[in-house]
């Protein structure tokens, strides 16, 4: 794995563990030499994990929306950095830039990314490892959730095991980077599920 999209939050949290986790998973990456993809703000989560991989020699690539550059929260300092035209435009080009996806703890903006590249797995549109870093039990209610959608048959457990998760950054990484694809059954289950009830 050469570069890892993370997504995370514009916000540093309630706890300086949030902080800490992303420092944490940027000494994991510039360690193995995993470059930096994201969102490209200077805020929050984001802006700690960019610029600890720029402090440890790593480097960061950031995919911007232009409104978002003309509020001036764009990341200045970054290895690269794309002004793109729109939200659909940056996620397009953060996932093609990239060979894995982490979400970390964040807010809406990171629930949105993180189920978007969920989605584009389960219906096979791309085979890289997706997986949350979760600090301090933040995604437990998550994670109970997915399994929920799963007992209720919205949700193949094969796909809800596409969402990956650790507490730990270095064994988080080791799973993304041992990640074997499988093939998308979504379309055929749903197929198939038209001959069942109702
Ligand atoms: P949130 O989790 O709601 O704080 O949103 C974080 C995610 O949404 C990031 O991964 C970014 O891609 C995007 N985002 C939200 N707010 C900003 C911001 N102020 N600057 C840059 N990107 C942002």
Known sequence: MKSLCVYCGSSYGAKPVYAEAAR???????????????????????GTIANEILRLG?????????????????HKQLTHLHVVKDMHERKAMMAE??????????????????????TWSQLGFHEKPIGVLNVDGFYDGLIAFLQNQVAQGFVKANQAELMMHEKNASELLYR??????????????????????P
């Open 58 to 74: 790593g480097e960061a690539t950031g995919v911007i929306p232009q409104a978002l550059m003309d509020k001036e929260v764009g």
């Open 97 to 118: 830039l990239s060979d894995g996806f982490v979400a970390m703890p964040g807010g809406i903006g990171t629930l949105e990314e993180l189920f978007e590249i969920l």
């Open 24 to 46: 944490t998973l940027a000494k994991e990456m510039v360690d193995r030499q995993i470059t930096l993809v994201y969102g490209g703000g200077n805020v929050g989560l984001m």
């Open 176 to 197: 993304l980077q041992n990640f074997v694809p499988q093939p998308s059954t979504k379309v055929l289950d749903a197929l198939a599920a038209k001959t069942l009830l």
